[in-house]
Each structure stands twice: as C-alpha cells, then as structure tokens.
C-alpha cells in the first residue's frame, strides 16, 4: 500500500534531463513551441523561453 507524502505536494525545484528538439513552431502571437523528446523516450510540448536552455 502506498502512503502519499503530503509534504512535497506543491514544492517546487527544477528538473534537468537531455532533450532533442523534433519540432518547432512560432505561432501568430511570436510564442516559439518546442517539441521535444527526453532520454527516456517521452515527447512533449513546452514553450521555448528562459526556462529552457540549449546547449
């Protein structure tokens, strides 16, 4: 059985992980979309700004 650790719940921190960019799009409002595939195989969105650094 599980336990939840309610302590954690709404922390915040930052997560590094390698990424490859796969797509990108700049949309009519000058937002920059990124596509992006983790090392672990997973794509997703997020947007391109100065949270994400690139290397």
């Known amino acids: 059985m599980l336990k939840e650790v309610t302590e954690l719940v709404g922390k915040t921190g930052t997560l590094t992980q390698s ?3 796969t ?5 009519e409002n000058g937002r ?3 596509l992006v ?17 690139l290397i």
Do not use: R
Request: cysteine-free; glycine content about 14%.
């Open 19 to 21: 990424i490859t960019i």
């Open 23 to 27: 797509g990108a799009f700049l949309g």
């Open 32 to 34: 920059v979309d990124v």
């Open 37 to 53: 595939k983790d090392d672990h195989g997973n794509e997703f969105w997020v947007e391109h700004g100065p949270n994400v650094s």
